[in-house]
């Protein structure tokens, strides 16, 4: 049988991740909440900024949980869930986690995905902005 290998996110990598949404954030001033889960949807790391909104932490999770579940970036559900979408009534499923707000965006290693980052706290283009810089450094030690 042939063996199964597949990039894992570690701690250090989680931290890493949410270090550079965190300076992104800090760079266009939006206190963000952050959450990095593996690719069983567990959570591995997570970080509230100072000033971060109240709702924040649980739409991070959700988008990562949204994220790796559904292989998917969650920007990019925002027209499937709408009546007319071709997934209407999703956000009702998972107990109400799937969420189709952006800043929510899976790790691909290969065809696999590994894990997922999740960002609230700001305007749609600021999450997705800040997710899109910890992808940036999961990119590259995916590379590596």
């Known amino acids: 049988m042939p063996r199964v290998e597949r990039m894992e996110i570690d701690l250090a990598l989680a931290i ?45 999770v959700d988008k990562a949980y949204t994220s790796v579940t559904n292989r998917i970036a ?33 790790c691909w290693d290969g065809n696999r995905v590994v894990g997922a980052i999740g960002v609230s706290g700001g305007s749609w283009e600021e999450d997705q902005v800040c997710a899109e810089a910890a992808i940036v450094v999961f990119d590259e030690a995916a590379r590596a």
């Open 74 to 106: 969650t920007a990019e559900l925002k027209a499937r869930f709408a009546p007319d979408g071709d997934l209407p009534g999703m956000s009702a499923n998972g107990n109400g986690r799937y969420i189709a707000f952006a800043g929510g965006i899976p």
């Open 16 to 60: 890493a991740m949410i270090d550079a949404a965190m300076a992104k954030a800090k760079e266009i001033g939006a206190p963000m909440s952050i959450a990095v889960l593996d690719h069983g949807a567990n959570m591995l790391a997570f970080s509230r900024m100072d000033g971060a909104e109240l709702a924040g932490p649980n739409l991070a």
